[in-house]
């Protein structure tokens, strides 16, 4: 079974997001980029990203949303929380 759920918070670090290479996060960059402009919301460190943008993000990375999710937890993009769901690194 999967790790993600419907009630799985996805919170990127935008900061950690800007400074990964872009040949690997530059699909994830731009699609964060979009939501931003879509929301008209430029200012935070953090966005929230809905769980079906994840499986979305899964598809154009050719990765299970779980490998995925493991892959921006490496990258530190998303960090694990203590009960499973996914919060960004405040540090
Ligand atoms: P929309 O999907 O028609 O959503 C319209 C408005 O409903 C949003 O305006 C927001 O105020 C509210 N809304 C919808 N879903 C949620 C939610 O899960 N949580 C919260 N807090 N509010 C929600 P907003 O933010 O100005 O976004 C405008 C449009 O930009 C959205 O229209 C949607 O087409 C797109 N968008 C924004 N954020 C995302 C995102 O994270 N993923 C995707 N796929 N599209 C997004
Ligand atoms: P979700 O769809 O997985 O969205 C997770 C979080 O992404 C939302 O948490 C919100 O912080 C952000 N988000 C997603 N879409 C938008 C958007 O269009 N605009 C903005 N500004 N933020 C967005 P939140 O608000 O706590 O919502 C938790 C869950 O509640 C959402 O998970 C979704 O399942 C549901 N939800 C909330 N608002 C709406 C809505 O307007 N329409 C629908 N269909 N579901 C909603």
């Given at each position: 079974s999967s790790a993600i759920t419907k009630s799985t918070k996805i919170?990127?670090?935008l900061e950690s997001l800007g400074s990964l290479p872009a040949d690997e996060a530059g699909p994830l960059a731009r699609y964060a980029s979009t939501i931003q402009a879509?929301?008209?919301d430029y200012n935070g460190k953090v966005?929230?990203?809905?769980?079906?943008?994840?499986?979305?993000?899964?598809?154009?990375?050719d990765m299970s949303?779980?490998?995925?999710?493991?892959?921006?937890?490496?990258?530190?993009?998303?960090?694990p929380g203590a009960d499973?769901?996914?919060y960004a690194d405040e540090d």
């Amino acid at each position: 079974s999967s790790a993600i759920t419907k009630s799985t918070k996805i919170v990127l670090n935008l900061e950690s997001l800007g400074s990964l290479p872009a040949d690997e996060a530059g699909p994830l960059a731009r699609y964060a980029s979009t939501i931003q402009a879509q929301r008209h919301d430029y200012n935070g460190k953090v966005l929230s990203i809905r769980t079906e943008d994840l499986k979305s993000l899964a598809i154009i990375y050719d990765m299970s949303p779980d490998e995925l999710t493991t892959r921006l937890i490496e990258w530190g993009v998303l960090s694990p929380g203590a009960d499973g769901s996914i919060y960004a690194d405040e540090d």
